[in-house]
Nanobody
Framework: QVQLVESGGGSVQAGESLKLSCIASGRTFSTYAMGWFRQAPGKEREFVASYSRIGGRIYSADSMKGRFTISTDNSKNTQYLQMRNLKPDATAVYYC????????????????WGQGTQVTVSS
């Protein structure tokens, strides 16, 4: 079992940056594939970026490459999502997720979810 707690969300202007954090407690952080998803109002939850459980390979959604960067600090059981040059369409609740499988790139892959953190980008 692992518990995930996100933080770092907020309201920003278009063009600004935010860095989200997700602290994992319970089992060792490196035991899971870790990732970020988001859900905008009225839309389905979608994949943002992830680390594979073995080898730490990074996967990112094509639409977010270059502006959204995932990173991890295993010593702190924490993963991050650095978001740059934010646009209003990035407005969503951002979720941290963990998978016991090799990787996590779809909602169905996740075994655990955080409670989410709201990101609002105004123009």
């Amino acid at each position: 079992q692992v518990q995930l707690v996100e933080s770092g969300g907020g309201s920003v202007q278009a063009g600004e940056s935010l860095k989200l954090s997700c602290i994992a407690s319970g089992r060792t952080f490196s035991t899971y594939a870790m990732g970020w998803f988001r859900q905008a109002p009225g839309k389905e939850r979608e994949f943002v970026a992830s680390y594979s459980r073995i080898g730490g390979r990074i996967y990112s959604a094509d639409s977010m490459k270059g502006r959204f960067t995932i990173s991890t600090d295993n010593s702190k059981n924490t993963q991050y999502l650095q978001m740059r040059n934010l646009k209003p369409d990035a407005t969503a609740v951002y979720y941290c997720a963990a998978s016991k499988g090799y990787n996590i790139t779809a909602v169905r892959d996740a075994d655990y979810w955080g409670q989410g953190t709201q990101v609002t980008v105004s123009s």
